[in-house]
Nanobody, 123 residues
Framework: QVQVVESGGGLVQTGGSLRLSCAAV????????IGWWRQAPGKSREFVAN???????NYGDPAKGRFTISADNTNNTAHLQMTRLTPEGTAGYYC?????????????????WGQGTQVTVSA
């Protein structure tokens, strides 16, 4: 079974930085992409960033010019380096992974969410 393990959330002051990490754990799991979404109370879940197996990153509006996503495909791990954080960045951050298992008749596509890690940015 695939498990998603998230870390790196916490409390930071405005202008500070945090580094979130996400690992998709499973010996037979072949990574397709890993990404981050965020959700604040009373708001919809927003796309932050993701990265494909080929290393191509994609960024949503919250990340543009401030965040960088990178991947370690060997370990099915991605890191989101967040800089210049502001209070509007306060939210739960959720890792979304896509991957595959099996081949031929046993091939299966997976999309798995982590339980989230809290980021709080103080004014």
């Amino acid at each position: 079974q695939v498990q998603v393990v998230e870390s790196g959330g916490g409390l930071v002051q405005t202008g500070g930085s945090l580094r979130l990490s996400c690992a998709a754990v499973g010996s037979t799991f072949r990574l397709i992409s890993i990404g981050w979404w965020r959700q604040a109370p009373g708001k919809s879940r927003e796309f932050v960033a993701n990265i494909g197996r080929d290393g191509t990153p994609n960024y949503g509006d919250p990340a543009k010019g401030r965040f960088t996503i990178s991947a370690d495909n060997t370990n099915n791990t991605a890191h989101l380096q967040m800089t210049r954080l502001t209070p509007e960045g306060t939210a739960g951050y959720y890792c979304n992974t896509e991957g595959s298992t099996g081949r031929g008749s046993t091939y299966r596509h997976h999309a798995v969410w982590g339980q989230g890690t809290q980021v709080t940015v103080s004014a």
